[in-house]
């Protein structure tokens, strides 16, 4: 190679890495605004309420904190608003098995906690954390899977419940359901679990009766 090419090839190769430089600076600057939505009063005030009871003591939040509780970024995603307000306000109220102490949480504060956990939920974390392993995994090993069982699955119940070790723990295993339970109570209590079972914390199951047939189909083979 030629002194002149030497020159040139460092010049122009200088350049063109820089152009590309420049380029991804800006791609990134520009996306930067848009990875979080807008920070309103009571996403503040649910962060302050946040600092106040030191969740970050027990959870993590974005993955900072304690491993002692769940991650909550995501929270409000998986598991519906009035349950989460419920739950609180007094833990042991909605799931006599919780750990998460009463911390005297007030209404509005459990509202304003509510709002910052759906900003969180709302930032773009590229698929962080990873979804947990949900009941998809129940019933694999080469069976079909029956509708109710895939409705099961979609309808995230197995946020909650759990299905021969695999899923929640807010609600009872259900992995004996139907040996304990017959066919009018479940499809009853799917419609209005409170009728059932005073101050239950399981939302409505809102869907069709054909929906609710095969749910309650897939929990009477659960023996
Ligand atoms: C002393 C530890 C501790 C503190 C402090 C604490 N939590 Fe928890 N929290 C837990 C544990 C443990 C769980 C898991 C469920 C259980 O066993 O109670 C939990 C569960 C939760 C859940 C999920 C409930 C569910 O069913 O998935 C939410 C939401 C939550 N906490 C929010 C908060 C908020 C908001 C604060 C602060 C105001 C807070 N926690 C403070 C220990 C704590
Ligand atoms: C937010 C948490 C939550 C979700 C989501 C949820 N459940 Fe529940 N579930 C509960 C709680 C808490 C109970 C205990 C109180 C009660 O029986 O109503 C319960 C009770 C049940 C029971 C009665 C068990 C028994 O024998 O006492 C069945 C069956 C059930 N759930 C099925 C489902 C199905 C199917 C879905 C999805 C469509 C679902 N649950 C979604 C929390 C939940």
Known sequence: MTNKAA??????????????????????????????????????????????????????????GSYFAPELAKITEKKPKGYLKQFLMDPKAVNPGASMPK????????????????????VDTNGWPPKPILASAVGAGGKESSAGQRLYQSMGCSGCHMINGIGGT????????????????????????????????????????????????????LK
Request: with cysteine; glycine share 8%.
């Open 7 to 64: 020159r040139n090839l460092f010049i122009f190769g200088s350049l063109f890495f820089f152009v590309i430089f420049l380029g991804l600076t800006f791609d990134t600057m520009g996306k930067l605004d848009k990875r979080a939505p807008e920070i309103t009063e009571k996403v503040n005030a649910g962060k302050m309420a946040w600092h106040k009871y030191d969740c970050i003591g027990c959870h993590t939040i974005l993955g900072n």
């Open 103 to 122: 911390l005297g949480i007030t209404s509005e504060e459990a509202d304003n906690l509510l709002t910052f956990l759906d900003w969180t939920a709302q």
């Open 170 to 221: 807010t609600g009872p295993d259900l992995s004996r359901v139907g040996s304990t339970r017959d066919r009018a109570w479940l499809a009853g209590h799917f419609r209005d679990p409170q009728a059932y079972v005073p101050k239950s914390a399981m939302p409505k199951v809102e869907a069709p009766d054909a929906d609710i047939e095969q749910l309650t189909d897939y929990m009477l083979t």
